[in-house]
């Protein structure tokens, strides 16, 4: 999502809040639950899941295998569940050209470094690029070069865009920040 104008740029940056990782925490949440009541009702010789009787898992190896992949998962799940809740990986991209200022804002982990601001003057930016990285899945990563700091990914790592959207979103960014496009 995105907002123009003859002067200001904004986009919006999605963070960990998308349905694909709502999903894969909850399903993470119950297998490991499963498996970890499937481990502790081999121990205490109860059935805490119907559809497993205790007797058929046997605590010592079975069951302990099962209860520490339960507990990894777990706290795997309570990982997925707090990058969530934090909304790690959001935020913004911001061109003024009325200030000459780029603002690109993401939320991290809390702590000390929690808001990530980088800010540049619009005259540092060089180019943008295009990176084709070939392979099984290609993937095409747009970058902003600035003078003397390096290169930053104006694209989000699990964000597919096929090579006429990144070449379309490129090209409007470079007309917008009047930079030249450059592609590896």
């Known amino acids: 999502m995105s907002w123009r104008s003859e002067r200001i740029w904004i986009e919006l940056i999605a963070g960990s809040r998308k349905t694909s990782n709502f999903c894969w925490a909850f ?8 498996f970890l009541l499937v481990g502790i009702s081999s121990y205490l010789g109860r059935n805490l899941i ?5 007797q058929q898992i046997i605590f010592f190896p079975q069951g302990m295998v099962m209860s520490f992949y339960g507990i990894a998962g777990l706290f795997l799940s309570s ?3 707090c990058t969530i809740s934090w ?12 200030e000459g200022i780029v603002c690109i804002f993401r939320w991290g982990f809390p702590g000390k470094n929690r808001r990530i601001l980088l800010q540049f003057l619009m005259n540092d930016i060089q180019s943008l690029r295009i990176e084709v990285k070939e392979g099984i899945y290609a993937r095409y990563v747009l970058y902003m070069e600035i003078r ?31 930079v030249p496009i450059e592609v590896f």
Request: aromatic share 16%.
């Open 87 to 98: 909304n790690v990986g959001s935020g913004y991209d911001r061109f003024d050209r009325r």
């Open 50 to 54: 119907s559809l497993f009787p205790y």
């Open 79 to 81: 990982y997925l569940w």
């Open 27 to 34: 399903i993470l949440f119950l297998g490991s639950l499963s």
């Open 148 to 178: 003397g700091q390096g290169t930053i990914p104006l694209t989000r790592t699990d964000e597919n865009l096929t090579p006429r959207e990144i070449e379309q979103k490129a090209a409007e960014l470079a007309y917008f920040l009047r």
